[in-house]
């Protein structure tokens, strides 16, 4: 198969999205934020106070002192009320997450720390706080238009437009958070973020052009954890000044130990330890923003808690099942094995694998199959996905399917006694039991 249309790597791309998984990073730039801002628009009531003074309108500048003092009430009253506020939304939101884990998956977790919407509402809210308190060290105590230095006029409108802003923020927040507490949602969202990863995979399939011989391999020095992502224009640019091929041995969401081999070399010596600085990023659980099969994994953990005997959701896991089958449908015809990355000349520089179609296939249902012979309306809903999937494959990614479908019907026939219940379990339904 030839290789796909290349796209070059941006370099700050793991960067920002390890950013992206932290919840600190946006409120603590917002604030920084505020600083700036209150220093400007103090210098912007200074220099108006300074320039009515110059005028001499007294009677003007009596007036701006007169709004701000009746201002300072409401800047009090916000400052004093808006921690009180951001604890009790928050809490609230905690004990939603905590919900949303316990009925879909821990791994939905993530949606809500990566959540535009929440962190901006954190930060804003913080920042009209803390703004408020900034506005309050600038009101003076003298009154005498000609003695005063300065008064927070600019400063008072823009905390009210910042209180604005959080009642807004507010409400789009318990919106958004209310729709991650449904299961639709959040399997959409698992989805699109999936063929996402799709779209920022350049290269295509292993080509028929071998590698160099291995000429050595680097070891992973770094603490133990899931191979997270990796910075492949680090990568690409250390194997193009030592003029070779690098191969990354795991795969994106393998556990790696220290000692264990990470990356082999391809046609010359090894680029030296300090050009491959932070190039491999390890963590405690997998990410999703290079990890093929991981929208898969979480997809199938929802379908698996909801036929457990705990749960019984069969709804839920027939939702999933719907979301899986978008998945493999956009990856039927694309071409899987190794991702080559290459660099500005378009010379190979790096080797990925990624799962084939067998893996996603059997990531997709092995679990599922074995957990729903006695739920009619998944086998059902399973049985018209595999059909489907089966008039879209080529001929050489049929048998992963086939085999699944096989393997589905016969735990049917072993579970289910009756002959018209077995007929029924196993008659293919968009809907299960529509």
């Known amino acids: 198969m030839s290789d796909r249309g290349y796209r070059r790597p941006r370099a700050l791309s793991p960067l920002r999205e390890h950013l992206r998984d932290t919840f600190w990073f946006a409120p603590t730039l917002g604030c920084v934020c505020v600083f700036v801002l209150w220093w400007i628009t103090s210098t912007l009531d200074t220099e108006i106070v300074t320039y009515l003074q110059d005028e ?20 009090t009253t916000i400052s004093s009320a808006m921690m009180t506020f951001i604890g009790v939304v928050f809490s609230i939101s905690l004990v939603a997450v905590q919900m949303a884990s316990g009925q879909l998956t821990p791994r939905v977790v993530r949606i809500f720390v990566r959540s535009r919407i929440s962190k901006l509402t954190l930060t804003v809210f913080l ?38 802003l959080s009642l807004l923020l507010f409400i789009a927040y318990v919106s958004a958070t209310l729709r991650l507490m449904q299961v639709g949602p959040v399997v959409d969202r ?56 690098l191969r990354l041995i795991p795969r994106i969401g393998d556990f790696v130990v220290p000692g264990t081999p990470v990356l082999a070399v391809h046609g010359g010596a090894a680029p030296p330890r300090h050009g491959l600085t932070y190039t491999v ?55 899987l094995g190794a991702v080559h990355h290459r660099d500005k000349t378009g010379r190979v520089r790096l080797v990925q694998d990624v799962p084939g179609w067998t893996d996603l296939v059997d990531l997709a249902f092995e679990e599922i199959r074995g957990c729903s012979a006695g739920t009619p309306q998944v086998t059902r809903r399973l049985l ?33 006694p009756e002959a018209a219940e077995r007929e029924f379990a196993l008659s293919p339904d968009h809907q299960g039991i529509g």
Do not use: W
């Not at 996905?385 to 008039?391: F, K, N, S, V």
């Open 56 to 75: 001499r309108a007294y009677e003007e500048l009596g007036d701006l002192i007169s709004f701000a003092q009746d201002a300072k009430t409401i800047v």
């Open 384 to 416: 018209a996905g595999i059909d489907d999937l089966l008039l879209l494959a080529p001929e050489e990614r049929r048998r992963p399917l086939l085999r699944h479908r096989a393997l589905l019907v016969q735990a049917v026939e072993r579970t289910v």
């Open 281 to 335: 990023s390890v963590g405690v659980e997998r990410a999703l923003h290079q990890d093929l099969g991981f929208g898969l994994r979480q997809l199938s953990d929802i379908a698996l808690r909801a036929l457990s005997a705990a749960v019984n959701d069969p709804t839920t896991a027939v939702q999933c099942l719907d979301r899986i089958v978008q998945f493999l449908a956009a990856v039927v015809r694309l071409p």
């Open 190 to 245: 698992i989805t699109r973020e999936s063929l996402r990863v799709l779209g920022r995979m350049p290269g295509g399939a292993l080509s028929q052009e071998p590698l160099a011989p291995e000429t050595g391999r680097l070891m992973h020095t770094g603490r133990a954890g899931v191979l997270r992502d990796v910075n492949v224009a680090r990568l690409v640019r250390a194997a193009r000044r030592q003029d070779v091929v």
């Open 127 to 164: 920042a009209t706080f803390l703004f408020s308190l900034l506005v309050l060290t600038s009101y003076e105590s003298e009154a005498d238009p000609r003695r005063v230095t300065s008064v927070p006029l600019v400063q008072s409108m823009l905390t009210l437009g910042l209180v604005g």
